[in-house]
T-cell receptor, first 111, second 112 residues
């Protein structure tokens, strides 16, 4: 089983739609969680950290469910500029603390 | 603010050739990382450094060497390139282990 699993998509949605992605992680001892955004042929950039109580940043809402070991990202009122790949990232402590990256979920927002 | 700068951006090598990828960061970060990204796979850690003069192996270190002689620079070397090393290479830096990381723009390497 992969350490971090995501549906690769693509998710095709119209502008203005609400879309949600889930991500599951295998290590129950994982400590911190993040969503990164990666545009086509560009580097990953931090979108937001994910806190235990859930957190919101504008149109983006992240949730963490430790019992079920999944993380979600909700995007409201999708914009064309939201088209990208969203990477779920988990911090693990296996001797050296490291980030484990999911393969990403691709989002395509159309006019 | 340049952040993390990688050179070169693109490179084509023949099997057996060697090359060095340079990563430079201007954020005074202690931690630096080299990843590779391949289709259908997440970013995989090749080597990392927890400070000037230190290096350590990540998940996929075979065929690569690194050096961190100065805090701001982290070099990734391929001594004898193989087609399996065709990939996109990203350098990243951060001020805490396994916390928010800032990435360079990447190096696209093809080994023929």
């Amino acid at each position: 089983r992969k350490e971090v699993e995501q549906d690769p998509g693509p998710f095709n949605v119209p502008e203005g739609a609400t879309v949600a992605f889930n991500c599951t992680y295998s290590n129950s001892a994982s400590q911190s969680f993040f969503w990164y955004r990666q545009d086509c042929r560009k580097e990953p950039k931090l979108l937001m950290s994910v806190y235990s109580s859930g957190n919101e940043d504008g149109r983006f809402t992240a949730q963490l469910n430790r019992a079920s070991q999944y993380i979600s990202l909700l995007i409201r009122d999708s914009k064309l500029s939201d088209s990208a790949t969203y990477l779920c990232v988990v911090k693990e402590n296996t001797g050296f603390q490291k980030l484990v990256f999911g393969t990403g979920t691709r989002l395509l927002v159309s006019p | 603010n340049a952040g993390v700068t990688q050179t070169p951006k693109f490179r084509v090598l023949k099997t057996g050739q060697s090359m060095t990828l340079l990563c430079a960061q201007d954020m005074n970060h202690e931690y630096m990382y080299w990843y590779r990204q391949d289709p259908g796979m997440g970013l995989r850690l090749i080597h990392y450094s927890v400070g000037e003069g230190t290096t350590a192996k990540g998940e996929v270190p075979d065929g690569y060497n690194v050096s961190r002689l100065k805090k701001q620079n982290f070099l990734l070397g391929l001594e004898s390139a193989a087609p399996s090393q065709t990939s996109v290479y990203f350098c990243a830096s951060g001020d805490e282990p396994a916390n928010i990381q800032y990435f360079g723009a990447g190096t696209r390497l093809s080994v023929l």
